[in-house]
């Protein structure tokens, strides 16, 4: 029986993405356990198929002490366990649970990475700071599985490590994903005080600087007074909540944009609204276009590293340069003139399908 250990910085990694793929595993035979920072409870059908967690004092800040604190257990317990695969993923635990390899030679390192700070067309810094740091680990590194094409390119022709692997994403269920009913969808909008004309843009994303919402709040302003049925919810909280706020109030949008803070009815808000978008400045393979397709709903994204692997036609959207509010609201209007057409998006998501990317880590893990 081979064992594998899942290590992460935080434990909400692994809760998000990572458990069907641990399931999966488990029923190959394999033994498999997760060691990361607990900052949430690990979802009780991990421990409930015997995976052992193991608490460590990660953080995200890569000069925290707590990380030489937590090499140090993860040693300890490499020593007891005696893993044959260590599969890393996020930034701070991918460089320690790789650096196993200096004192156990015959461990198998796996790595995903969600998107290197560092890209194609990317700022100076980011290739400064990150490039030499991941030019080092991947020596070792056995396999290293990237999520889009511009990082699997850089891996090959810049990186390289002994092997590796383009598979898109983390996988999604397109079962989890169940249409309202036009009841539903009427309840659900007068909840939000939403009128039935109303077009409404969603956008589910963190407040913060990278996630780029003020390029919707500028293209809004543009839009206002020939489309006041126009309407966008922002799904999410941030450090950027205020300044966005001040911005809607300060260009007579509050009627227009609606902050609905953190949800736990992401899918029913997805219903409801005609389309979604994304205006990120970096994304490694974004899932919540995926979540948007698998409600059949068109998007628009900015023209960048994951967005683009995504958005390959104007039948799934439209892409925008990164700050370019003018095209944003023509791309926004276009969607509101054709927004009578139908759309089934099953045949592009295949790819992503959660079964779909198990399969192929099962077969990276032989």
Request: overall charge positive.
């Amino acid at each position: 029986m081979k064992k594998v250990l899942y290590i992460t910085t935080v434990s909400r990694t692994i809760n998000a993405f990572l458990i069907p793929h641990i399931k999966m595993l488990v029923s190959n035979g394999y033994k498999v356990d997760c060691a990361c920072c607990i900052d949430k409870e690990i979802n009780n059908e991990l421990t409930d198929l015997g995976v052992e967690i193991f608490d460590l004092p990660f953080s995200r800040n890569p000069f925290s002490y707590g990380n030489l604190k937590a090499f140090k257990k993860l040693i300890n317990i490499q020593k007891e366990k005696k893993y044959d695969i260590v599969h890393v993923h996020t930034p701070v635990a991918s460089i320690y649970g790789r650096m196993l390899k200096l004192k156990f030679k015959g461990i198998k390192t796996i790595y995903t990475a969600h998107g290197y700070h560092f890209l194609k067309g990317g700022s100076k810094i980011g290739w400064i700071i990150y490039y030499p740091i991941e030019k080092v680990m991947a020596k070792l590194t056995d396999v290293t599985i990237n999520i889009n094409i511009d990082d699997y390119e850089i891996t090959k022709k810049r990186l390289k490590p002994k092997q590796c692997y383009l598979v898109p994403g983390v996988g999604i269920n397109l079962e989890e994903y169940k249409p309202l009913s036009e009841t539903e969808k009427v309840k659900k909008r007068k909840e939000l005080k939403i009128n039935d004309d109303d077009f409404v843009i969603i956008m589910i994303a963190e407040l913060n600087k990278n996630k780029n919402q003020i390029q919707l709040v500028n293209a809004m302003e543009l839009l206002k007074d020939k489309y006041p049925n126009i309407k966008a919810i922002l799904v999410g909280e941030g450090q950027n909540r205020n300044i966005l706020e001040k911005e809607v109030e300060i260009k007579g949008l509050q009627n227009n944009i609606i902050f609905l803070g953190f949800r736990n009815d992401v899918n029913e808000l997805i219903n409801i609204a005609d389309i979604g978008v994304l205006l990120s400045y970096r994304e490694g393979l974004p899932r919540n276009l995926m979540e948007l397709m698998a409600n059949n709903k068109k998007v628009i994204a900015t023209k960048i590293r994951g967005c683009k692997d995504i958005i390959t036609n104007n039948n799934i959207g439209r892409l925008v340069d990164i700050n370019d509010y003018i095209d944003t609201a023509n791309k926004i209007e276009e969607l509101y003139l054709d927004k009578e057409n139908s759309n089934n998006f099953v045949k592009y998501l295949e790819k992503y399908e959660e079964k779909n990317i198990c399969k192929k880590l099962k077969d990276i893990m032989r």
